[in-house]
């Protein structure tokens, strides 16, 4: 028999090595990005059309190749970044695999163009799939420019693998936050066919946080440093109360590489031990410096894993720095002035911003402790129930109530009646029945929601002022995604100037704000997304039950109690909360004759 192994041509091995590093526009995004950087680049401006998909360009200002290395960088393999295996424990830079220009160059149509500040003339090539179609001197700026065009062209299974626009523009937008807080010297700005999404200036760590994630985050920055002979931890983190309902931006550099690390996140949240209510997460951005030698990048093609040699210490410094910067913000001696807004716009001319929004910090935080610890009082039964404010029941409007007869005919079945503030407790013809109050109304909302959803058409209650809401660029894209179905559930807004809305109506029944409902629907549905994977409306309706449902602790008034009750057994699957949690059980009367041992 013939030998029948061969190597396979540069092309093929090329493409096949784009499966792992270029999955989609963004990771090309991360790759050329971070070429520039490599660079020494000072100034990076990224175009996208299509979101990326057909064309993406990275023009820095960065050190250029020659001719021949601009030659040699489409190499598979190639790189300027190390030589030895040594140099894969000192690495300073973010590429060293020499597989991206090789890899996305297989997959695009891809164009060249790069000069060195000594040179006169630059370099450009044209390649597409891999074959180099053209190389010519041209005239061009210092540093190197790249264009990726109709990524995926010809593996049109990848092609059509890709999502809606939005959804890519939103993986490109986060790739670009991170690089663009890991660098807050370097100017990046960030165009989406013509519309320029970011330009940020080159600026102290804060303030890129406020020209990234918006002004509201101008107060909430608390200032966290601390370091150790084996590593420095520096950044911020955002108050407690200022927490959200998702992980979003949360984000730990490594000798300021993106990373994800949920031992480093429990790190962060332990550290906030007390301070967050339930399922909030604070925001933090946190750079961790550690001699490369203690770390292993090389786990994962896209190096958004590494490995320390010792996680705990690196765990306990990070820990400590995020105490103590919530300590020493929680002392701060400034705090009975801070309460008075004129006193703060007085001191914040005299003193550095940073130390404003430390100070700012300060107070919001004491006031978020005493909150707590106010709590501890209110969960205490008995005596201190009786000072409980009675909260009138007006969080909800229920759009169906009883008539007369219905309403005769459920006291016949016996005595409704709110336990706890948590249960309601009925009985049936079996026994007693106890109900999950917040389950039970997920559920009547869930399916309630879902039919609005199905039909398309769902009312709206008109607001007497509209109002704006400004969005991040991220979660501006995903409204753009979900438009039609917030418009089926009741919503009703328009774009109102870049990445805001005007909202006009919220679903008909939803009693809050139309701007804490909509912000809190956007909130719970990445939430959910990224805790369970749910058809698109499921989701949305989940989310918006979510938000709207009676709470566990809510005191009802019976006709809600009632209302619930009717809508449970109303449902098409009365026994679970659309999450699966059960909503009520039966205490069977045998099981009460039994303990009465009769
Ligand atoms: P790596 O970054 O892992 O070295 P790449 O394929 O991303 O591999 O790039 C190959 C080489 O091309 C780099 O090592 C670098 O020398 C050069 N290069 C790529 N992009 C740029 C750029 N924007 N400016 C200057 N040189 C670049
Ligand atoms: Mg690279």
Known sequence: MPDIIHLLPDSIANQIAAGEVVQRPASAVKELMENSLDAGATSIKLIVKEAGKSLIQVIDNGMGMSETDARMSLERHATSKIRTTDDLFRLRTMGFRGEA??????????????????????TQILVEASEIKNQAPVACEKGTSISVKNLFYNIPARRNFLKANPVEMRHIIEEFQRLALAHPHVAFVLYHSDDVIYDLAP???????????GKSFQGQLAACQEETALVKVAGYIGRPESARKTRGEQFIFVNHRYIRNNYLNHAVTSAFEGLLTDNSYPFYVLFVEIDPKHIDVNVHPTKTEIKFDDERAVY?????????????HNLAPAIDFMADINIVNKLSQNISNEQYFNEQFSSSLNRSSLQNWEKLFEDTPSESKLFQKTEPANTLRFESSLNRQEVEEKQDTGAVFQLQHKYIIRSARTGLMIIDQQAAHERVLFEKYSTRLKAGAGNSQQSLFPQTISLSPADFALVMEIENELISLGFRFEVFGKNALLVSGVPAGCGSSEKELFEGLIEQFKKNQSELELPLRDNLALALARRTSVKSGQKLALEEIESIVEGLFACSKPNFSPDGRPTFFT???????SYFTR
């Open 316 to 328: 306990a410094v990070v820990k400590a720095a995020v105490k103590l910067a919530l300590g020493k």
């Open 203 to 213: 600026s102290k760590l804060s303030q890129r946080i406020v020209s990234l994630f």
């Open 587 to 593: 205490f069977e009367t045998s099981k009460i004759e």
């Open 101 to 122: 220009l090789a890899s996305i160059a297989a997959v695009s149509q891809f164009e060249l163009k790069t000069r060195q500040a000594h040179q006169e003339l630059g």
